[in-house]
């Protein structure tokens, strides 16, 4: 059973940061890419980043680069997403999950809201 536990949340002043954490069971973590998403309430769900399974490759969504860091630990079966300078339009739920292929069904925890005050 997949199981994706996000955390790391909390309300944060413009301008602050932020650790995510992702800790992922029931499939073979070094076998994929994972990634970080999020959703805005009456929006697309945005996926912002990613890592490939040994950490060669990372790449961000425009709206995030040069300000989030995403990372892995391997060894935890653990994924981090390094959020820094935050802005409100920042604010939304932030999941993680493996990178499947384009209508794949993928596997969903229950994320973690990240609040930006301006």
């Known amino acids: 059973q997949v199981t994706l536990v996000e955390s790391g949340g909390g309300e944060v002043q413009a301008g602050g940061s932020l650790r995510l954490t992702c800790t992922a069971s029931?499939?073979?973590?070094?076998?994929?890419?994972m990634q970080w998403s999020r959703r805005v309430p009456g929006k697309e769900r945005e996926r912002i980043a990613l890592?490939?399974?040994?950490?060669?490759?990372?790449n961000y969504a425009e709206s995030v680069k040069g300000r989030f860091t995403i990372s892995r630990d391997n060894a935890k079966n653990t994924v981090y997403l390094q959020m820094n300078n935050v802005k409100p339009e920042d604010t939304a739920v932030y999941y993680c999950?493996?990178?499947?292929?384009?209508?794949?069904?993928?596997?969903w925890g229950h994320g973690t809201q990240v609040t930006v005050s301006p």
């Open positions: 999950n493996p990178a499947l292929p384009i209508g794949t069904p993928n596997y």
């Open positions: 029931g499939f073979i973590f070094t076998d994929y890419s």
């Open positions: 890592v490939t399974p040994k950490s060669e490759t990372t």
